[in-house]
């Protein structure tokens, strides 16, 4: 894969995707979207990959939000094109990727990079970063499912607060609030996510994209998620990686899933 804005690399089983504008504060700008699609796809079906880690370059910003210069002077019309095909490309498909994602906030994660960051799995931060969705401070709301995702998150209230304000909240007041599992040190932060995704990697993937899927069935309008589990879960039953897994239970060996 060769990208312009956007790094990938892989390491035992685990990719990387890192938003490489360091000196744009790794605004999401088109180019950059176009890549991040490209890359999720090749990655999803990639035997070898079995966790991404999302990450910003640099030592300030996960993502300073969308590109601000390129919506600047756009129409009504352009800005409804802009939100629906960001959210189709990019984080909706994020979201639902069958590959767990986890994002790993390094600085800041303002407006479309908190919303990144936030379709993705689940999210940890380094102590330096800073969130918020600060699009109402520009005269425009959350565009790439904001205002959807951050109540799902932190509940309505705060959810309200952080959009109205436009504030920005430091990592460990993300952290209480659920936006984020984990703060560590800027050092601490990628080997904390090799080690939880070496966790993850012990597991069936099949089994995990299934919960995945049910997951976020909660969260879909007109979709009884209590029936998406239970089609989901009748279904691993029929999978190798649920007969190894069962079977080495039995005898008390660890499983090596073979992710079918
Ligand atoms: N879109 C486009 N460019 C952006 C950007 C964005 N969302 N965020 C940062 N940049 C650019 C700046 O324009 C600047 O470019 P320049 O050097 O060519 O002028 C560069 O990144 C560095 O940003 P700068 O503002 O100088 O850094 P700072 O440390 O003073 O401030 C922020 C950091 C994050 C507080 C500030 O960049 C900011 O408020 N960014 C916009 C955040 C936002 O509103 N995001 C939501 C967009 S919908």
Redesign the pocket.
């Known amino acids: 894969m060769k990208f312009n804005n956007i790094l990938v690399s892989k390491n035992n089983n685990l990719a990387t995707v890192t938003i490489n504008r360091p000196?744009?504060?790794n605004?999401l700008n088109k180019a950059t979207i176009e890549e991040l699609n490209e890359a999720f796809e090749t990655l999803q079906d990639a035997n070898d990959v079995k966790v991404i880690l999302l990450t910003g370059s640099g030592d300030?910003?996960f993502v300073?939000?969308?590109?601000?210069?390129e919506f600047a002077h756009f129409s009504v019309d352009e800005g409804g094109f802009l939100a629906r095909k960001g959210q189709e490309m990019l984080f909706n498909f994020i979201e639902n990727l069958s590959t767990p994602v986890i994002a790993a906030v390094n600085g800041?994660a303002?407006?479309?990079?908190l919303e990144l960051a936030m379709a993705c799995h689940f999210r940890i931060a380094s102590n330096n970063a800073k969130m918020g969705l600060?699009?109402v401070?520009?005269g425009?709301i959350p565009g790439y499912g904001g205002t959807q995702r951050l109540p799902q998150l932190v509940g309505k209230g705060k959810a309200m607060e952080l959009i109205m304000t436009a504030g920005m909240i430091p990592a460990d007041e993300a952290k209480a609030c659920g936006l984020v599992n984990y703060v560590v040190t800027p050092e601490e932060l990628l080997p904390l996510a090799e080690k939880l995704a070496a966790k993850i990697m012990r597991n069936s993937p099949v089994a995990i994209s299934s919960a995945i899927r049910a997951v976020n069935a909660n969260f879909e309008d007109g979709v009884n998620g209590f029936d998406v589990e239970i089609e989901a879960f009748g279904k691993c039953f029929g999978t190798q990686d649920f007969n190894e897994g069962t079977t080495a239970f039995l005898e008390k060996r660890k499983p090596i899933f073979p992710g079918l």
């Open positions: 000196k744009k504060l605004a300030k910003a300073a939000g969308a590109d601000i210069s800041f303002l407006g479309g990079g600060p699009e401070s520009l425009v």
